[in-house]
């Protein structure tokens, strides 16, 4: 097992690799109130290109999409399962990721948990922890320079983007 979270610090060509490559993310705790972390993120991702897909069994809907109560009910396929929720509900959530054939779990601000980054590594799934998805893609591909934000991404072009 790792050690620690620095054993899966995230360098920036590989977290832009997987914002370039993962257009479908499923939003694991995804809230229907717009103040809610889960769901300004989720808004942002949607704006930027990226299929947001819900899961959360309190709501039949959240930003215009079909909810579903887990990943598993999902019908299609998932590149990423964002998860905002606790850190002690991680490992089934991990071993759901593994089931329907996720390429990444990204694990949200504050959330970290070792035993199921490892469970999730060791079936071939790439693993962010403790980051935000919406503030790693406004840092790599320019949401956040505008506003004279270092984002320590130093270039003399923004990487090109281009949603699907």
Same mark, same amino acid.
């Given at each position: 097992?790792?050690?620690?979270?620095?054993?899966?610090?995230?360098?920036?060509?590989?977290?832009?690799?997987?914002?370039?490559?993962?257009?479908?993310?499923?939003?694991?705790?995804?809230?229907?109130?717009?103040?809610?972390?889960?769901?300004?993120?989720?808004?942002?991702?949607? +704006?930027?290109?990226?299929?947001?897909?819900?899961?959360?069994?309190?709501?039949?809907?959240?930003?215009?999409?079909?909810?579903?109560?887990?990943?598993?009910?999902?019908?299609?396929?998932?590149?990423?399962?964002?998860?905002?929720?606790?850190?002690? +509900?991680?490992?089934?959530?991990?071993?759901?990721?593994?089931? *329907?054939?996720?390429?990444?779990?990204?694990?949200?601000?504050?959330?970290?948990?070792?035993?199921?980054?490892?469970?999730?590594?060791?079936?071939?799934? +790439?693993?962010?922890?403790?980051?935000?998805?919406?503030? +790693?893609?406004?840092?790599?591909?320019?949401?956040?320079?505008?506003?004279?934000?270092?984002?320590?991404?130093?270039?003399?072009?923004?990487?090109?983007? *281009?949603?699907?």
């Amino acid at each position: 097992m790792c050690a620690d979270v620095a054993d899966f610090d995230t360098d920036i060509p590989t977290l832009r690799r997987i914002l370039a490559e993962c257009r479908t993310i499923a939003v694991v705790g995804l809230s229907a109130n717009w103040h809610r972390p889960s769901n300004f993120a989720a808004k942002y991702m949607q +704006e930027h290109g990226y299929r947001v897909i819900p899961v959360n069994p309190a709501y039949e809907e959240v930003l215009g999409e079909k909810c579903y109560p887990s990943l598993e009910a999902i019908p299609e396929k998932v590149d990423m399962v964002d998860c905002f929720r606790a850190s002690s +509900e991680i490992v089934p959530l991990a071993r759901s990721a593994i089931a *329907i054939g996720a390429k990444v779990l990204w694990l949200q601000l504050g959330v970290i948990n070792l035993e199921a980054a490892q469970l999730a590594r060791n079936a071939g799934l +790439e693993v962010v922890i403790d980051r935000c998805v919406k503030i +790693e893609h406004a840092r790599l591909f320019g949401g956040l320079n505008f506003v004279g934000v270092n984002t320590k991404v130093i270039s003399s072009k923004r990487p090109r983007f *281009i949603a699907n």
